[in-house]
């Protein structure tokens, strides 16, 4: 199996909303920097945080971490989860590589007003094929659950005032903010991962006794995601799953049905079950 991986960072580098203004002479400067810099949220909610490293720093790795002990969970992804308890927290993001660097981003926990609430961060995504984006949104606490859509990430695709995103043509992941009207204080990120590749499937056709039982083989390239696994079924043709026409295993090892006919098996990737191979089956007595 042949796989193409990408290392990938959620805080997608938002170099058009965070790059530092630089002034005259010729040394760099290493600085980072956290999107958004200050948000309000319910208790229990969650937001996602991004950032930017710019300078001499190769290394974009980062940890997150929450400055208050009791003042909600960070993931290693940049989703933090508010406490229960209202008040105001601080987020905290420090580069793995120079340690000195960080930035802190204010958090409001009210459960008071607006409410804008994101049910997937990291939604999943075929390049240029569009995926709304509203369907992971709601606002509550106000008549008015209007919300705005900005693509942070540079050249990341397009977005539709309904929410509707068109990712661009490469594999990658892209930063889309939407923002509350009522109350522009409420934002969240959602990055979509967008991702591409090619499966094969082998033998494309072969030939079984009722019964009996053959092996198939696949070649997945993939990018976008370091999620390299696949998925085996008993299909149509098209690839659809159906159900009593033989079985087969993880390992791709197919069991041939008692009835003599054809049937189909298909390997789909994991991470994109869209990204898929199917092989016939021709079962004799």
């Not at 370091?226 to 799953?241: E, K, L, M, Q, R």
Request: charged content about 5%.
């Amino acid at each position: 199996m042949m796989v193409t991986r990408r290392f990938l960072v959620f805080g997608a580098i938002l170099s058009t909303l965070l790059s530092g203004c630089g002034g005259g002479g010729s040394s760099t400067v290493n600085t980072i920097a956290i999107y958004p810099t200050s948000v309000t949220t319910a208790p229990g909610s969650s937001k996602a945080f991004a950032y930017n490293i710019s300078g001499n720093i190769t290394n974009p790795a980062v940890v997150w971490s929450v400055q208050e002990p009791n003042g909600g969970t960070i993931d290693t992804s940049g989703v933090y989860t508010a406490p229960s308890t209202v008040g105001t927290y601080h987020v905290v993001v420090t580069s793995v590589a120079s340690p000195t660097l960080s930035a802190i981003s204010t958090v409001t926990v009210s459960n008071s007003g607006v409410v804008l609430t994101v049910s997937q961060h990291n939604p999943i995504a075929q390049p240029s094929t569009p995926i709304s984006l509203a369907q992971f949104v709601t606002v509550t606490g106000t008549t008015n659950t209007a919300v705005t859509w900005q693509v942070l990430t540079p050249n990341g695709g397009t977005i539709t005032t309904s929410g509707t995103y068109t990712p661009p043509a490469v594999a990658g992941n892209y930063v889309v903010q939407v923002q509350s009207v009522a109350d522009p204080t409420r934002t969240d990120l959602i990055t979509v991962d967008v991702i591409s590749g090619t499966i094969s499937i082998t033998p494309t056709s072969i030939s079984l006794r009722a019964g009996t039982s053959g092996t198939f083989g696949y070649s997945l390239s993939i990018q976008g995601t370091s999620i390299n696994t696949v998925n085996w079924a008993t299909t149509d043709a098209s690839g659809n799953p159906v159900t009593g026409q033989g079985s087969i295993t993880s390992a791709g090892v197919y069991t041939a049905p008692s009835t003599p006919g054809t049937y189909y098996v298909t390997v789909s990737s994991t991470a994109v079950p869209q990204i898929k191979a199917t092989a016939t089956i021709t079962v004799t007595p």
